[in-house]
């Protein structure tokens, strides 16, 4: 069982930075693909950024802004937050892919952690 905890949430003024980490620790494989997924509230959630072998996957909302990458010796995921826009409040969720791609969907993972939230002020 992979478990997943992501940390580095919080409050932060418009046009500040932020940077989410993601620890995995049981079963895990640094290879799989990783992503971001945020929720804010009454929407449903939505990939921000994925990681693959050699490839990274940014939504368009993010693109240019956010920087996603992973340590794999440490099982870690990142993603720094730049230039964050108070539209980006929401709960950030880090999981982890069943496969090797860059995972577009909802069910192209499997494993999730707890969500952190970010609250971005104007």
């Known amino acids: 069982q992979v478990q997943l905890v992501e940390s580095g949430g919080g409050l932060v003024q418009a046009g500040g930075s932020l940077r989410l980490s993601c620890a995995a620790s049981?079963?895990?494989?640094?290879?799989?693909?990783m992503g971001w997924f945020r929720q804010a509230p009454g929407k449903e959630r939505e990939l921000v950024a994925s990681?693959?072998?050699?490839?990274?996957y940014y939504a368009d909302f993010v693109q240019g802004r956010f920087t996603i990458s992973r340590a794999n010796a440490k099982n870690m995921l990142y993603l720094q937050m730049n230039n964050l826009k108070p539209e980006d409040t929401a709960t950030y969720f880090c999981?982890?892919?069943?496969?090797?791609?860059?995972?577009?969907?909802?069910?192209?993972?499997?494993?999730w952690g707890q969500g952190t939230q970010v609250t971005v002020s104007s």
């Open positions: 999981a982890r892919g069943r496969g090797f791609d860059l995972g577009l969907h909802l069910s192209d993972y499997d494993f």
């Open positions: 049981g079963a895990a494989f640094s290879i799989n693909t």
């Open positions: 990681i693959g072998s050699g490839s990274t």
